[in-house]
């Protein structure tokens, strides 16, 4: 036989084992097709009856549900909410749907309605609103394996409630919940358990913008109520809240503001003008800053931390501006006092001129004789009493605080003075006892 004979036996050979392969895999798939139609064929399966117990039983029907976190989108503080999508998955175990896997070929049944098997009636009971995705195609399979077991697998976005205790924001942790229960079934039919080994899983490039996600811990939430106890699984997702956002918005310009209205110390205190405007921007700014924040944090009872820092700040820069109208009225109180003091100082000098004048009349007189004893309101007698007092009075201790402040003659000069060093010592330990005190109850508390 030639050579080329044997190469037309050969290719023909393959010809027929290919089109053998494509009758097999025409034969596989529509033996899948039968397999369909014979466990969930019309009057065979009945997707309204429940799944029996643990081998056969008339207990309740066990699934097991296990979750994938995608992304989380936002957490709200002002309506206390958070959007999620995940992949939800819950498996179970059907033995009406057990069927013949032609020797390990088949290894398990794909559907995608989910009205064709027997459902749990699962729903999360803190959703305040949630939607599928059916782009391009609903994102929803159902898997049937030859030992009779069923997995579920959706994915969907919702929008669950969060409560929230704000009392330490922003150095604060919030533990938002993820709850799902049964609707109908109690737990004498029906017993939601945590798949075993890692029931839930992140995506590992998960950000969020002002939080970071710390942990997660699973839990059971069983509730009872007058028409029975429903299984409840929930997912406790501990958020810390980032600080370094809140530092260079919040903190960093209200320091800055404080320190701003201290400048008025350190005008003169005849420049009016500057003082007052210095005050009022600094203290309209303030307030506009509090509103802000305000404006972004849902009205509650309580004082938060934020409450207690722009309060103390506005104070300050409202204190700044009414220690100037203390310098003020101080300053005009030192004017009067030296008008006072210099028309004294007029008067008893033309009471020493009058003296003066007398006594040079009355030396002409030889036989005149001086008095023994001066007139209580003669101004030489009431020197020489003040110079007695002067000499008799005990001597005081030196008081550095006083000898230090003498150098500044003006009480309005010693308020703008005292105010220098007061002012930054208080804020200084104000700022030690807030910081103190709020991370070390964060600690605390976690």
């Not at 960093?252 to 420049?271: R, Y």
Request: aromatic letters at 12%; hydrophobic letters at 40%; one cysteine or more.
């Amino acid at each position: 036989m030639g050579a080329g004979h044997c190469f037309w036996i050969l290719y023909l050979a393959c010809l027929c084992s290919a089109s053998l392969g494509n009758n097999a895999k025409i034969n596989f798939r529509e033996k899948e097709k039968k397999v369909l139609d014979q466990i969930l064929g019309q009057g065979k399966y009945d997707a309204r009856i429940r799944p029996s117990g643990i081998n056969g039983t008339d207990g309740p029907a066990i699934v097991r549900v296990n979750i994938f976190v995608r992304s989380i989108s936002k957490i709200d503080d002002v309506t206390m909410e958070y959007s999620v999508q995940l992949t939800f998955r819950e498996q179970w175990l059907d033995e009406r749907l057990k069927f013949d896997d032609i020797g390990g070929r088949l290894k398990y049944l794909t559907l995608t309605e989910a009205n064709r098997v027997w459902m749990p009636d699962l729903f999360f009971s803190n959703e305040k609103e949630g939607h599928f995705h059916n782009i391009i195609m609903p994102n929803v399979y159902i898997r049937i394996f030859p030992y009779g077991s069923v997995l579920y697998s959706i994915r969907i976005s919702l929008t669950l409630a969060c409560p929230m205790n704000l009392k330490l924001y922003p150095l604060d942790r919030q533990v938002c919940s993820l709850r799902m229960a049964s609707y109908g079934w109690t737990t004498a039919d029906l017993v939601f358990l945590w798949k075993e080994g890692d029931p839930v899983q992140v995506v590992k490039n998960l950000h969020l913008p002002r939080f970071t996600l710390e942990k997660f811990l699973t839990d059971y939430c069983n509730s009872k109520t007058n028409t029975g106890e429903y299984s409840c699984l929930k997912v406790d997702l501990l958020f810390k809240r980032e600080f370094s956002y809140y530092l260079i918005q919040i903190y960093i310009p209200c320091c800055m503001l404080v320190i701003v209205s201290w400048v008025s110390f350190w005008l003169d205190q005849g420049a009016v003008p500057a003082r007052v405007s210095l005050g009022v921007t600094t203290l309209l700014t303030m307030a506009t800053q509090t509103s802000g924040i305000n404006a972004s944090l849902p009205p509650v009872s309580y004082t938060k931390a934020i409450d207690v820092w722009t309060g103390v700040c506005l104070t300050f820069v409202f204190g700044a501006l009414l220690e100037f109208a203390l310098v003020n009225y101080a300053s005009r109180s030192d004017l009067h006092r030296e008008n006072m003091k210099k028309k004294r100082r007029e008067v008893e000098q033309a009471s020493l001129d009058a003296a003066s004048d007398l006594l040079d009349t009355d030396s002409n007189a030889t036989f005149a004789m001086k008095p023994l004893v001066r007139h209580p309101g003669d101004p030489l007698a009431l020197e020489k009493l003040r110079q007695c007092e002067i000499h008799m009075a005990p001597p005081k201790r030196p008081n550095c605080c006083r000898t230090w402040l003498s150098k500044f003659p003006t009480r309005s000069k010693r308020i703008d003075v005292i105010s220098r060093i007061t002012f930054p010592l208080v804020f200084a330990l104000f700022n030690l006892v807030y910081w103190s005190t709020y991370l070390f109850r964060e600690e605390e508390e976690n």
